[in-house]
């Protein structure tokens, strides 16, 4: 049967066995004879009945499984590329719903035309009962799409995914396949591409090669594969300097201002305790549950802060183990350790803006909170971290006034955060000095195992944990 294959199709999985079955499944319909096409299944490790449930699934073509320790998905998608009899190899995820055109699309991409890769359109599916998390990554993702299917767009190799991809097996070979360096999640996609175009292959967007993606991650699943992006930038950068100025890793001192600062404090906290992406996470999660406004805009932020985590953590490892840097990281790094001088750039900015001095220049939200955390500053130790309690949202709110009280909690956090650096400001009752920062004509009593410190008004109050 195998010397009649012309498309071998690879699904690299990992605990996926019913998403795994469900791309199997489609793969069914295809408008190719089933004669035609093979499919391995590469099982990187997976312990959840995977191998056995892709073993007994009754399937018209050709099905394979090969089973291997856990090594990432790199090395997943090579041992089943190694195993193939097809001239053309379609590479497709675990998460992915074949159209019934797909192979025959990947396979006509092909036809006399020089080496070339392809990248098949795969749009995320939002059902009506899709969380916002879905939502908002299906809205980026579509948004790709658009890209690349404008017409006279050139793709290149941050345009590439290989969860719906496919290549000739000889150009594959001659490239080396994936680089199987990376481990964890990301990246590794980017750097096949970015092989494969320096090879003289071209890169090329198929709209007509569909297949659906089921994405089910929620924000907290996501947080994982946020931090090992920034991970895996690094390392890619590190093999490929020659576009270093290319990558995200290039941009951390581009965007907002007042973002920079916040990130810049969220980073050096991460220093001091490796508790900061939970609290990002349990921020994100009240803003869900609170159905507040601009949640995409949050979620932006925390991802933008999980991918520089990661980074920031890598370029550290690699600090300790090996004294050559790229330049590209020495900028990141320097950006790290100044980041407090952001804070003083702003005072910069008022006498610019105004032609006065920040006294009598016009008060801003920043300036005016500055103030008023003036005398608890002094308070507090030089560094180190420090609790945090505001008004919770509780109460008999209307969905409007819900939204608000959680915007006003966490805006609040923020403000206190800039105002009272280098010490970090966390939600936790855990330190053993705790900020208390509520509306103004609030009388809130000490936490459990707290007393009162100090009552700066004006809803600003600082406990210190009493003695155990």
């Not at 032609?355 to 030089?382: H, K, M, T, Y």
Request: contains cysteine; aromatic residues 10%.
């Amino acid at each position: 049967m195998t010397e009649h294959v012309r498309i071998s199709v690879v699904v690299p999985t990992y605990r996926r066995r019913e998403s795994l079955l469900r791309t199997l499944a489609s793969l069914c319909e295809q408008s190719l004879p089933a004669a035609d096409y093979e499919v391995i299944v590469s099982v990187d490790g997976s312990d959840d009945g995977s191998s056995e449930a892709a073993r007994e699934i009754a399937v018209p073509y050709l099905c394979s499984v090969l089973e291997h320790p856990r090594r990432g998905r790199a090395a997943a998608c090579n041992a089943g590329i190694r195993a193939t009899a097809g001239e053309l190899i379609v590479l497709l995820d675990d998460d992915m719903e074949a159209s019934p055109h797909l192979l025959e699309a990947h396979f006509r991409a092909h036809e006399g035309l020089g080496p070339r890769a392809v990248v098949g359109a795969a749009p995320i599916l939002v059902p009506p009962d899709a969380t916002p998390f879905v939502r908002y990554m299906a809205e980026g993702f579509r948004g790709r799409l658009e890209r690349l299917s404008a017409p006279g767009y050139r793709p290149g190799f941050r345009d590439a995914y290989t969860g719906n991809f496919s290549c000739r097996r000889e150009v594959l070979q001659a490239v080396g396949g994936f680089d199987e360096g990376f481990v964890v999640y990301g990246h590794e996609d980017y750097e096949l591409a970015l092989r494969l175009l320096t090879d003289g292959v071209e890169l090329a967007y198929s709209a007509d090669a569909l297949a659906h993606q089921h994405y089910d991650k929620g924000f907290r699943d996501f947080v994982r594969d946020g931090i090992a992006r920034g991970r895996t930038a690094v390392l890619f950068a590190e093999k490929h300097p020659e576009v270093a100025d290319q990558l995200r890793l290039a941009k951390y001192g581009q965007g907002d201002w007042k973002w920079r600062i916040l990130r810049g404090l969220l980073l050096a906290a991460d220093r001091l305790t490796d508790r900061v992406p939970g609290r990002v996470v349990g921020v994100i999660e009240r803003l869900e549950r609170s159905q507040a406004p601009r949640l995409h805009k949050y979620y932006a932020l925390a991802i933008d802060y999980l991918f520089w985590h990661g980074a920031s953590r890598a370029l550290r490892d690699r600090r300790r183990g090996s004294p050559n840097l790229l330049w590209a990281f020495a900028r990141v790094r320097l950006a790290l350790l100044l980041v407090l001088i952001y804070a003083g750039a702003t005072a910069v900015r008022w006498v610019d803006e105004t032609g006065q001095w920040p006294d009598r220049a016009r008060q801003d939200e920043i300036s005016a909170n500055d103030r008023r955390f003036q005398d608890l500053r002094v308070a507090l130790p030089d560094t180190g971290v420090v609790g945090y309690v505001g008004d919770p949202v509780v109460g008999d709110y209307t969905l409007g006034e819900r939204n608000d009280t959680a915007l006003r909690f966490f805006r609040r956090h923020l403000l206190a955060q800039y105002a009272l650096a280098p010490v970090v400001v966390v939600e936790s009752t855990e330190p053993e000095f705790l900020v208390g920062n509520f509306e103004p004509d609030a009388v809130r009593p000490a936490p459990l195992g707290f007393r009162l410190v100090r009552d700066f008004g004006g809803g600003l109050v600082l406990y210190r944990r009493t003695a155990r």
